[in-house]
């Protein structure tokens, strides 16, 4: 069998994947006014980032709420699928279902819901909704992190615990919590990203008091091209990078 | 829990509603907003939207297919590596990747530059905003979606039988057709509904690189909401776009119950 067709198919496929994103890594380091002339290497458009005040306190803002947003579904993530694995109860299929809806409906639509539920109780488009929405989003991707490692976990560790006399707190301190950890660092970087990743629920639940990066990104690309966009997304590249490494580590790490 | 069933009801319940200058919605049940969205106009761009939504899915399913199935057979030490490349852009920031795009495909942007530089055209082609632009962009973002079901599909695919139904006298596209297609089937079912779906939804896209002629369903919906501040018109919107989702949720289970039941017997 030939083995170099699929390996040059792979490696053009490849290599179109990452085309645009090395370009805009490359032009991030033009020293240019127009976005598409080569100026050679500088870094103004960095420093111009940084000397942008609102720019700057967008990337704050994002940071807190993507912080937040993955600490709360993380924490109630941990314990839904704590819920779903150990113990039976009534709705328990609609829960696992509804988690499936959230996870496969377009974002848009949640994002129309969300909204409309915010109005409904008259809940200030800020902080708040913003997190709510994400903690919303973010929350099954952690429970399916969580509860796949709760799934290769031998139940008669459980059980001898329990011989043992250990109590339910002694047992999610001693066995659960260290088993699950490295799920919820890996689910905890995943809902980080998700949530400094997201256009689409944003937009809908933002409001003026808030601003975050994607909608400062989005107002600025839709028109034109932005140098300090190429800038402002290879650090965001390379930060995504980062997590991505760290929780690859993890769970590499936990499944010796 | 509430945060999910409650809204959608809101939803549901608002699309029935008339339009409210002071308080957005207003009691009299009307299924104008339906029959609004019967209007010519919205369902040229309903259609378009899911006429490039459809060739956003066929072009990802042409790439992604015999990439899933090139990938699988990879050594094992490599991929790790390739994987870990495949789902960095699924970390990166969406709009970002699409300004890179847009980047590209500009009418002063690179390609433009390097087949004028190269001689090839004398002048810049219009790439941006068009319908094209808008197409290549989706796929872009939503290729590793297709992918990682297909790669899954493929990786369980035993050798064993490709090499019995060859001995059993199969040629290459007989075996194709019999064994390996069915048995991907689930992955390309699940790919397909991971591509569609978000495809018609990722109105940033279309902002970004189509202009103001290649709308999907997405734009209007947020353009109804936000812009326009018609809610219960934005709702019958969303709703029409949940029932094709749940409409696609089922054709995928049952397709995966038949794909079960065969495989018992």
Redesign the interface.
Known sequence: MKTWLPRTYLFLVYALLYLPIAVLVVYSFNDSRTAYRWGGWSLRWYEALFSNHAMVQAMWNSLWLALAAATVSTLIGALTALALQRYRFRGKKALRGMLFVVMMSPEIVLAISLLALFLLIGLQLGFISLLLAHVTFCLPFVVITVAARLNGLDQRLLEAARDLGAGEFTTMRTILVPVMMPALLAGWLLGFTLSLDDVVVSTFVSGPSYEILPLRIYSMVRVGLKPEVNALGSLLLVFSLIMLVISQLILMRSKR | ?L??????L??IG?SFMTRDPSD?LSLPLTLDNYRRLMDPLYLQVFLHSLYMAAVTTVLCLL?GY??A???A??DKRWQTL?M??????F??????????????L?S???IN?ALQSLGITEAPITMLYTEGAVIVGLV?LL?PFMILPLYAVFEDLRRELLLASHDLGAGRLATFFHVVLPLTLPGVIAGV?LVL??A?????VA??LGGAKNLLV?NV??NQ??DARD?PF??AA?VL??LA?AVL?LAHRLSRRRLGEEGET
């Open positions: 829990m945060l999910v069933l409650l809204p959608n809101l939803v608002a957005f790439i015999p990439f199935w090139a990938l057979r990879v390739l870990f490349l495949l789902i960095v852009p970390w990166t920031n969406s709009l970002v990747r699409t300004y890179a795009v847009k980047l590209l500009a002063n942007g690179l530059s872009y290729l509904l779906l978000p018609m939804g990722m109105f940033y902002d970004v997405g919906i947020k909401f936000l809610w934005g709702a969303s776009l949940t989702m949720l």
